[in-house]
């Protein structure tokens, strides 16, 4: 199994607006947090659609739904929303696992923030506070996974579990201290059938190939993502 994406452009009021589809097929299933198609369930597509930064839509489920009927897109499958470059997704295998990773770090931040810390992710959203066009840079770190062996439903929690840490430690090998973003997704995707491996953990052997693949996925990304930002290249 492979992550095998297509991309697709649309085409926005100053600059085009890359979505990644990738047409995983059927026999499938997987866990996410994305808005569309989170949980656990069959999986036939996963779509990272690439938006503004300063993005103002209130039904991003609606929007993602919008996205898949025009790709022409049936069945079950998981929705992602990123203001990243999507055409500069970062795909990275381990053995028989693959994790592709869009990362955008406007706003790098502690998942255990004060109580009463600022929120400058909502920044974007107030009418007091609108950005300046051209000043808005993108954030958010969406990863896709595919692990080509069946799991258990805990299992698969695990390896959500795991692709976190794993992303974690890269972003911090990269100069972020921070734990990722706070609009951040991911999806894993396994086989269905055959018996499913009970472990997903970073110890296990397709947890640790899962993570090592994640880690170089998003630690290439951070990296491409600072020397465009030094360069002025957002």
Known sequence: MSIDLQFLRAFGDEAPLVTSLWRVGPGRRGVSSAMLGGGIGAVEWVLNVQVPGDYRRMDPVAHLR???????????????LTAAAVDRTVTCADGAVTASATVGLRVPT??????????????PLLPSDRPVPGTVVPGTVNITVDVPVALTDAAMVNAVITVTEAKTQALLEAGYPATGTASDAVVVVCDHGGEPEPFAGPRSHWGAALARAV?????????????????GGL
């Open 110 to 123: 502690w998942a255990a923030a004060p109580v009463d810390a600022a929120d400058p992710e909502l920044a």
């Open 66 to 80: 919008e996205v898949a009927a025009g790709s022409g897109l049936r069945g079950r499958g998981v929705g992602m």
């Open 215 to 231: 880690h170089a996925a998003v630690r290439h990304g951070a990296q491409d993502y600072s020397r465009r930002l030094r360069d």
